[in-house]
């Protein structure tokens, strides 16, 4: 049963165009759905998921087509990467763990295999930075697959070999010695 304020009366449909997308988070500030697309050689993407609109994928588009044609069929991405990095999983962290890190949008890569993080502007709907590569403790184990955000604000995320926990370091203490 379509949701109550569906933007398209009696179907299940919220958002179209999408191609792929391997993860979605909710902003728990404002509501707002985060969604990363995978394209087939291009237009690698982060979305603001805004119900009713057209993310542009319809089938007939090519990465032979200039970025401009791929592009405007749909409302623009929050960013798009050629050649692709297959941003997988995402999440908006809201812990207490890296107070530093409030707000701010997390995800990771299956052909780089690394973690990114992005601050979101003041409204929470564009990116105010580039992407920021988080340095995890082993290079080897970096973020491909998931990332999650445990209740303790911990930062889990995986890869095909296992799962992995972000801890903030632990302060030096000063013992005289």
């Known amino acids: 049963v379509p949701a109550p304020g569906n933007p398209f009366p009696g179907s299940s449909v919220w958002a179209t165009g999408l191609w792929n997308t391997f993860g979605m988070d909710f902003d728990l500030e404002t509501g707002y759905l985060f969604a990363t697309e995978n394209g ?50 995402l999440i908006i962290y809201h812990g207490d763990a890296f107070p530093e890190w409030q707000g701010d949008l997390f995800f990771c890569t299956f052909n780089n295999i690394k973690m990114y993080r992005v601050i979101l502007n003041e409204q929470r709907t564009r990116f105010a930075s580039d992407p920021m590569e988080v340095p995890v403790p082993n290079r080897d184990v970096s973020c491909s697959i998931e990332i999650a955000q445990s209740p303790e604000g911990y930062i889990y995320y995986s890869t095909v070999a296992g799962i992995y926990r972000l801890v903030p370091a632990t302060p030096a203490t000063d013992e005289g010695g």
């Open 40 to 89: 087939p050689t291009c237009d690698d993407e982060i979305n603001l998921i805004i119900p009713g609109q057209n993310y542009g994928w319809n089938g007939n588009i090519s990465c032979d087509d200039p970025p401009g044609i791929r592009q405007a069929a749909g409302l623009p991405p929050l960013i798009s990467w050629t050649p692709t990095i297959s941003p997988t999983s």
